[in-house]
């Protein structure tokens, strides 16, 4: 069983190209396209409120941006865990992960309900997609923290894209409490 884990560990290592750590840098870009195009089907949708198939096509849209949410955030957490990090690094990287957290699991709950809304209650009413879209564009808020966060640590640290010295403490992952 361990060799085919370390088989299969290999395999993927070879499709990362080079120039890349891991594969969360390959992978954050496809969530942030597929939200970007969810909230502008969605306004599509408003548009015309009685076709329900560019709503439905917002709905599955948002629901492909979570799944890769959700791949980006895991494999962005395995990333992290594995460097060892200066103060500065280690503060910025956490910034980055607390607003990748927010936003992965805000568009993971909207996802859920824009399924319901498309396929339980079928509501077509204008209000609530109103309302989704407002729920989207704050969502898009999210995403354009943890996408600023995360394009300081690629720009200002070279992290994603560059050997990192791996001098200082490892990363590990602020402690939750409930308040």
């Known amino acids: 069983m361990a060799a ?4 299969l560990e290999a395999a993927a ?8 750590p891991n594969i969360h840098p390959l992978l954050v870009h496809f969530p942030i396209s597929l939200l970007i195009a969810a909230t502008v089907v969605d ?5 015309w409120p009685a076709r329900r198939a560019i709503r439905d096509t917002a709905t ?4 492909a941006g979570a799944f890769m949410a959700m791949a980006a955030y895991f494999s962005g957490l395995a990333a992290a865990g594995a460097l060892r990090v200066s103060p500065e690094t280690g503060a910025a990287v956490t910034s980055h992960f607390m607003w990748a957290d927010r936003t992965t699991w805000f568009f993971v709950v909207f996802a859920s309900f824009r399924m319901t809304i498309s396929y339980i209650w ?3 009413t204008r209000w609530l997609a109103l309302l989704s879209l407002i729920g989207a564009l704050v969502g898009l808020g999210l995403l354009l923290a943890a996408t600023t966060h995360g394009e300081r640590l690629v720009f200002r640290f070279g992290l994603g894209v560059a050997s990192v010295p791996s001098t200082g403490q490892p990363w590990s992952m602020p402690e939750r409490t409930l308040k």
């Open 4 to 7: 085919i884990v370390h088989y």
């Open 13 to 20: 290592m070879s499709l990362i190209p080079d120039w890349a």
């Open 43 to 47: 306004l599509l949708s408003l548009m």
């Open 60 to 63: 599955w849209f948002y629901c």
């Open 122 to 124: 079928k509501s077509a």
